[in-house]
């Protein structure tokens, strides 16, 4: 496996590979990797010739007060993950070459609307940080397929939108969430809990579960049901952020009509905030 963290030799392979007629398939990750991210690999391959994973800590999409310094850095392991796993090149960029100006300069991409919901909404300037670093490493990997866990929901929502609204030249995939053995969905975070709160954590996967299912047997009172989740899961430990019965095309509010919805939750376990999601299909 190749290893780069300059942005030209970058740009030269790529040059190579569409010489060579390769379709280049790209998976933009900030590291610790887990099965999860090991899984956007697997299907990466599926569909492509060379696989490109970049490692990058994104500072601008973490708030002020948020873990950019605790976030896990395993650079080691994960390299030997993903040879283990044929990837092609491994990108590994320094931020003062991403962000040469500073992050107050830094020219941004937000997807309106769509950022300001849900997790936007709790997270001010998340997803504007996430948009313009996901568009900064399309600019420089320029893939024909890239790929992102649907563990975040509304980040694959926006990069879709992304591409979309600036006619980029490439197809965006969603993968289905990894989850351990009892259910709690695959993180990074993960590594924050405490056993005892990991013990509490799958009870997020459970309880979003248990709610999808009455909205499957046809409950439709959603602000009463959020609520009753809602106190489900803060009475065995967790504090709730949000629960949201969204639109699985829009994220907006659905209408009486809608047949496709996802449920989505943020929940507080200690310090660590997980979130999670199931979709709903009723058609
Ligand atoms: O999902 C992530 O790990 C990050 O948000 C991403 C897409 C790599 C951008 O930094």
């Known amino acids: 496996m190749q290893v780069i ?4 030799p970058l ?3 790529r040059r190579q590979w569409q010489i060579e007629g390769k379709v280049i398939g790209f998976v933009p990750t900030m590291g610790n990797l887990h099965e999860g991210h090991l899984g956007l690999v697997q299907e990466a391959k599926k569909h492509c010739d060379v696989v490109v994973v970049s490692i990058f800590v994104n500072p601008m999409q973490f708030g002020p007060n948020e873990d950019l310094d605790a976030y896990p850095r395993t650079l080691e392991n994960d390299k030997k993950s993903l040879e283990a796993l044929g990837v092609t090149t491994l990108f590994t960029p320094k931020v ?3 962000y040469a100006r500073g992050l107050e300069q830094q020219t941004f991409v937000e997807v309106p609307g769509l950022s300001y919901m849900i997790c936007g909404a709790s997270r001010p300037g998340h997803f504007r940080g ?4 996901v568009c900064k490493l399309f600019n420089m990997v320029q893939p024909n397929h890239a790929f992102f866990g649907e563990k975040d929901f509304q980040q694959l929502q926006i990069i879709k939108g992304m591409v ?3 006619s980029m030249n490439l197809t965006v995939h969603g993968v289905p969430t990894k989850r351990e053995e009892d259910g709690l969905a695959m993180s990074s975070r993960n590594n924050y809990l405490t056993p005892e709160e990991r013990a509490i954590a799958p009870k997020i ?3 979003i579960v248990g709610l999808g299912e009455e909205v499957r047997k046809g409950r439709r009172d959603f602000l009463a049901l959020i609520a009753e989740y809602k106190g489900k899961l803060n009475a065995v430990g967790f504090k709730v952020d949000y629960i949201e019965i969204r639109s699985a095309d ?5 209408s009486h009509e809608e047949t496709k919805l996802v449920v989505l939750v943020a929940a507080f376990l ?3 905030r997980l979130i999670d999601n199931i979709q709903v299909d009723l058609s």
């Open 205 to 207: 996967y459970a309880n």
């Open 11 to 13: 740009r030269e392979q």
């Open 250 to 254: 829009t994220l907006l509010h659905p």
């Open 164 to 166: 979309h609204d600036l």
């Open 96 to 98: 003062d070459d991403i």
């Open 270 to 272: 200690g310090k660590t």
């Open 5 to 8: 963290s300059d942005i030209l």
């Open 130 to 133: 996430v948009a313009t670093i």
